[in-house]
């Protein structure tokens, strides 16, 4: 059972179009990481969010945690080709230190 | 941070036999983490290893096939076994990191083809 479903899966848009990517769940999670992975590498977290309904920005990208902790969104305002990679979100729905990773999301930003 | 190095970063091996994968972090972790990434999707946990105890199992993973080792603070070791094109995938290392272990910092990965 995926625990993390992420939509879309993938993504391929133009330089500088806006864009949303979900992550979602039947369980309650504490907290709740975005990674993003690219190409030869491993994944690198972006963010951690841990109460409900927050909102954290990072530059050009916003991320939320819905108020029942069930689901999280990442926004990119003006994409660029740099933001290309595969994005997941992961939590440990035990509370611990073993994270679960989402399904992923593969974003192609065109120039 | 933590600065992980994976090696082999890629191997083409034959079916039936092992490869053994490497991984030494640059400071000492309490717990590393081994996952798999099937080709173009996500990641999967095989085990978490502690030092000085046995790895703990993920369901679907087992120690006869993927052998850990973790002999100190700053090294492990997964081992595929007897191998099959479905072993065909990357395989990752991971650490909690400092200050606060509460991320996790990858390896570049090993990308292993099993013809």
């Known amino acids: 059972t995926q625990l993390l479903e992420q939509s879309p899966q993938f993504l391929s848009i133009q330089e500088g179009e806006n864009l949303t990517v979900y992550c979602n769940s039947s369980?309650?999670?504490?907290?709740l990481q975005w990674y993003r992975q690219e190409p030869g590498e491993g994944p690198v977290l972006l963010v951690t969010?841990?109460?409900?309904?927050e909102v954290k920005k990072l530059k050009r990208l916003t991320f939320q945690f819905g108020d029942a902790r069930k689901d999280s969104s990442l926004h990119i305002t003006a994409a660029q080709t740099g933001d290309t990679g595969l994005y997941l979100c992961?939590?440990?729905?035990?509370?611990?230190?073993?994270?679960?990773f989402g399904t992923g999301t593969r974003l192609q930003v065109f120039p | 941070s933590a600065v992980i190095s994976q090696k082999p970063s890629r191997d083409i091996c034959q079916r039936g036999t092992s490869l053994t994968i490497q991984c030494q972090v640059d400071s000492q972790v309490t717990m590393m983490f081994w996952y798999r990434q099937q080709p173009g999707q996500s990641l999967t946990l095989i085990a978490t290893a502690n030092q000085g105890s046995e790895a703990t199992y993920e369901s679907g993973f087992v120690i006869d096939k993927f052998p850990i080792s973790r002999p100190n603070l700053t090294f492990s070791t997964l081992t595929v076994s007897n191998m099959s094109p479905e072993d065909s995938s990357i395989y990752l290392c991971?650490?909690?990191?400092?200050?606060?272990?509460?991320?996790?910092?990858f390896g570049s990965g090993t990308q292993l083809s099993v013809l």
């Open positions: 969010v841990v109460t409900g309904g």
């Open positions: 369980s309650v999670f504490s907290s």
């Open positions: 991971s650490v909690l990191g400092p200050p606060a272990n509460e991320k996790l910092f």
């Open positions: 992961a939590s440990d729905p035990r509370g611990g230190d073993k994270l679960i």
